[in-house]
């Protein structure tokens, strides 16, 4: 198993100038609110009725909601900050796994003329695990038995040939996976294996695009070659 170490990279003087941007102008708006606030509470002192002026307390009351809702808006900021650093780093470490292969969800095998990788995950011990290959008409045209096997991510290699010893046309074929253990039957996952061609920033984080077209987060990769 192939782990992606952590590296450690300088941001960008424009992305340093990008986040600079978005604070000066969360902090302008910040400004801005206070001087309307001051504003309206300068002009109500002004034009009160000098036989019921306003109390201390009022005076007091209203400051005290005016500093809550700034901090509120600094808190808020502060996060967006923090968020968008933080993508950014997740960005960098990922690019690292462009070209490797990887193992995610996913009941794909392609078959090259020669086969094709793919892999199970199991969740406990199994006493027997098979692997059925379905053609694109779901027909069943090779099942490989392959015993027990430990708790965790196997990595499977299918050679290419059909149960009556023909080569299978290249192309795209499912796979259905069985496990069982004293004679029940347990919940596997089946990996299907990919290379990764690009990454991408978006709202729901940073995905990996990879070679069977599929996108997948970065905690959805069960392995890496």
């Given at each position: 198993m192939t782990t992606v170490q952590s590296t450690s990279n300088t941001a960008s003087q424009a992305l340093l100038d990008s986040v600079n941007g978005k604070k000066d102008s969360a902090k302008n708006s910040i400004d801005k609110a206070q001087d309307r606030f001051m504003t309206l509470l300068v002009t109500q002192m002004k034009n009160q009725d000098p036989l019921n002026p306003m109390d201390n307390a009022q005076v007091t009351s209203q400051m005290a909601q005016l500093s809550t809702v700034t901090g509120i808006d600094k808190l808020n900021n502060t996060l967006e900050s923090l968020i968008s650093s933080v993508q950014t780093g997740q960005s960098y470490q990922a690019s690292s796994m462009i070209g490797h292969n990887v193992l995610v969800p996913g009941n794909?095998?392609?078959?090259?003329?020669?086969?094709?990788?793919?892999?199970?995950?199991?969740?406990?011990?199994?006493?027997?695990?098979?692997?059925?290959?379905?053609?694109?008409?779901?027909?069943?045209?090779?099942?490989?038995?392959?015993?027990?096997?430990?708790?965790?991510?196997?990595?499977?290699?299918?050679?290419?040939?059909?149960?009556?010893?023909?080569?299978?046309?290249?192309?795209?074929?499912?796979?259905?996976?069985?496990?069982?253990?004293?004679?029940?039957?347990?919940?596997?996952?089946?990996?299907?294996?990919?290379?990764?061609?690009?990454?991408?920033?978006?709202?729901?984080?940073?995905?990996?695009?990879l070679s069977n077209l599929a996108s997948v987060s970065t905690s959805e990769v069960k392995e890496i070659f």
């Open positions: 794909d095998v392609i078959s090259s003329g020669t086969g094709g990788y793919f892999g199970v995950d199991l969740p406990i011990g199994a006493d027997k695990l098979s692997v059925t290959i379905k053609d694109s008409a779901g027909s069943a045209i090779r099942t490989l038995s392959l015993g027990a096997q430990d708790a965790g991510t196997l990595p499977l290699h299918w050679d290419g040939f059909a149960d009556d010893g023909s080569v299978a046309r290249t192309g795209n074929y499912k796979f259905e996976v069985t496990a069982t253990t004293a004679g029940q039957s347990i919940a596997v996952e089946g990996l299907s294996y990919a290379q990764v061609m690009s990454i991408s920033n978006n709202a729901s984080g940073v995905k990996l695009n």
